[in-house]
């Protein structure tokens, strides 16, 4: 690991160090922080690399391990929440079908998982358009999303789409006219929150033939998205109590928050329809618990029935937050804000927000200017180690994007 002083600033709290985690060669990034990116025990990490993915292990000095040296022909991949399990495909991609294998980080053993071709049951799409975007705890079942009217007409239904790889059976257990995003199974092996699914529901927007948004993530003018809970059978609707109430929209990024199923989000001003980018706008973070719903209830988000939520910030109060992630405990956040100019240089800056308890406001600890500029195309998508001792980062400020570590973070509340 690489010693990076240079990202500390003045306001920077005493002790913390920066590292680079990644070679200069090409760009680099830690995953996404909507996905799971810890293996088990939470000391390594997965980091997309030019050469593939690769195992970071920041305990054995920043040591990368090439996925590839385990799977030589692995593509597209994605991490299952309990960090042993990876879901891939191999080799080159073949048009109408669906062929995956289940790689155990644990034992280096690879197996054939799941296969689909043609059509998906009951439509007329191919079984390759499906998006697969979540993993259930070991990887048994995949949640996908798709656009269910391909080839027929536009602004036709999106479906949830489950493969189990138990019956070998790809079915479609929930649909609905608009969009939807960020599909995210609960990390959890007990049932029945295991079979939990997160997702966001984008109003007043259209897709055509393709399934492709017209418009864009986010818009003030139609209240933005909301979020909603629902099981893998498609029964248990459940409604989140943020946005669609005329004054707040959520800003698109959102994460499982704890054992009990809450979830936090970052809200932006519904007055705002720069999407953050305009002086003066605001921003603040809430947390709240799923209520009972019905799909065909208006979509009224924060005023639904029975909402149930709790300010973690009011927009006074904080920085202008963008990204968040959170720690094991549901406590400890880590957030980047729109580029801002620190007086050390321009780009996203990384602050910690900590709480005592659940419901407790946040305090929030700057750390320091990560130089990732939004408008670039560069993000800093910020993610905390399990046990909120370490966050990691990207940034393009030295020229490639590259990943970075935090180490000997503050505790707030001590």
């Known amino acids: 690991m690489k010693p990076c002083p240079e990202f500390i600033d003045r306001n920077t709290p005493d002790g913390v160090e920066v590292y680079q985690l990644t070679p200069n060669e090409a760009t680099s990034s830690p995953v996404y922080p909507d996905y799971p990116g810890f293996l088990e025990g939470g000391r390594s990490l997965l980091l997309h690399t030019a050469g593939g993915p690769q195992i970071c292990h920041p305990d054995e000095g920043g040591a990368l391990q090439p996925l590839r040296d385990m799977v030589p022909d692995i593509g597209w991949f994605q991490l299952a929440p309990d960090g042993r399990h990876l879901i891939c495909r191999r080799g080159e991609r073949r048009p109408g079908t669906v062929d995956l294998h289940r790689l155990d980080l644990r034992t280096g053993k690879s197996e054939p998982l799941f296969h689909a071709e043609g059509k998906l049951e009951g439509t007329l799409l191919p079984v390759d358009r499906m998006a697969i975007e979540a993993v259930s705890w070991d990887g048994s079942r995949l949640g996908a999303l798709a656009y269910l009217d391909y080839e027929r007409k536009p602004d036709?239904?999106?479906?949830?789409?489950?493969?189990?790889?138990?019956?070998?059976?790809?079915?479609?257990?929930?649909?609905?006219?608009?969009?939807?995003?960020?599909?995210?199974?609960?990390?959890?092996?007990?049932?029945?929150?295991?079979?939990?699914?997160?997702?966001?529901?984008?109003?007043?927007?259209?897709?055509?033939?393709?399934?492709?948004?017209?418009?864009?993530?986010?818009?003030?003018?139609?209240?933005?998205?909301?979020?909603?809970?629902?099981?893998?059978?498609?029964?248990?609707?459940?409604?989140?109590?943020?946005?669609?109430?005329?004054?707040?929209?959520?800003?698109?990024?959102?994460?499982?928050?704890?054992?009990?199923?809450?979830?936090?989000?970052?809200?932006?001003?519904?007055?705002?329809?720069?999407?953050?980018?305009?002086?003066?706008?605001?921003?603040?973070?809430?947390?709240?618990?799923?209520?009972?719903g019905d799909p065909l209830d208006p979509h009224c988000g924060r005023v639904g029935r029975d909402a149930y939520r709790y300010e973690l910030s009011r927009p006074e109060d904080g920085p202008r937050l963008c990204h968040l992630a959170v720690d094991q405990s549901g406590l400890r956040f880590v957030f980047d804000t729109f580029p801002v100019w620190s007086g050390e240089r321009a780009g996203m800056a990384i602050y910690l927000g900590d709480g005592c308890e659940p419901a407790a406001p946040l305090k929030f600890q700057y750390i320091l200017n990560s130089g990732a500029l939004l408008k670039n195309g560069g993000h800093a998508h910020p993610i905390l180690s399990p046990d909120g001792n370490s966050l990691f980062f990207a940034s393009d400020y030295f020229g490639t994007q590259q990943a970075y570590m935090v180490v000997n973070l503050p505790r707030i509340n001590a």
């Open 156 to 292: 036709g239904d999106m479906g949830i789409v489950i493969l189990d790889t138990r019956s070998h059976r790809a079915e479609v257990v929930f649909s609905q006219p608009l969009p939807h995003a960020h599909l995210r199974y609960f990390p959890s092996d007990e049932a029945p929150a295991t079979n939990l699914l997160m997702f966001q529901h984008h109003h007043e927007r259209h897709i055509d033939i393709t399934g492709k948004e017209i418009r864009g993530v986010w818009d003030a003018g139609d209240g933005g998205a909301d979020l909603h809970l629902v099981r893998d059978d498609g029964t248990h609707w459940h409604n989140l109590p943020f946005g669609r109430d005329g004054k707040e929209a959520c800003i698109g990024h959102q994460v499982w928050r704890g054992s009990n199923g809450d979830v936090a989000s970052v809200m932006l001003q519904n007055r705002d329809n720069s999407y953050g980018w305009a002086d003066g706008t605001q921003q603040h973070v809430v947390a709240g618990a799923p209520v009972p």
